[in-house]
Nanobody
Framework: QVSLVESGGGLVQSGGTLRLSCAAFGDIFKINDMGWYRQAPGNQRELVAKITSGGTTNYADSVQGRFTISRDDRQKMGFLQMNRLEPEDTAVYYC????????????????WGQGTRVTVSS
């Protein structure tokens, strides 16, 4: 069984910073792509940032230059450093990972965390 647990959300003023963490637990052989998504009230879930196992990153236009995604494969963790936060960044943030479990060869499956809430006040 595999689970992802996010942490680091909270309330911050506009212009502030937060660092989200995502820890992966279970019988994990390796993690392919990892990503952060967010969902604001009344909106669909949207991609914020993604990082491949090789370290290639891509970002939503709205966060480019303000957010940085990273990962630590030894710790099986992912991170999202969020700088210059804006009220529009208010949402529940979800970690996402494509996981190859022990004994699965190259087969992988996508897992989601439960989410961590980020609120940015103006």
């Amino acid at each position: 069984q595999v689970s992802l647990v996010e942490s680091g959300g909270g309330l911050v003023q506009s212009g502030g910073t937060l660092r989200l963490s995502c820890a992966a637990f279970g019988d994990i052989f390796k993690i392919n792509d990892m990503g952060w998504y967010r969902q604001a009230p009344g909106n669909q879930r949207e991609l914020v940032a993604k990082i491949t196992s090789g370290g290639t990153t891509n970002y939503a236009d709205s966060v480019q230059g303000r957010f940085t995604i990273s990962r630590d494969d030894r710790q099986k963790m992912g991170f999202l450093q969020m700088n210059r936060l804006e009220p529009e960044d208010t949402a529940v943030y979800y970690c996402n990972a494509d996981v190859v479990r022990i004994g699965w060869g190259q087969r992988w499956e996508t897992h989601w965390g439960q989410g961590t809430r980020v609120t940015v006040s103006s």
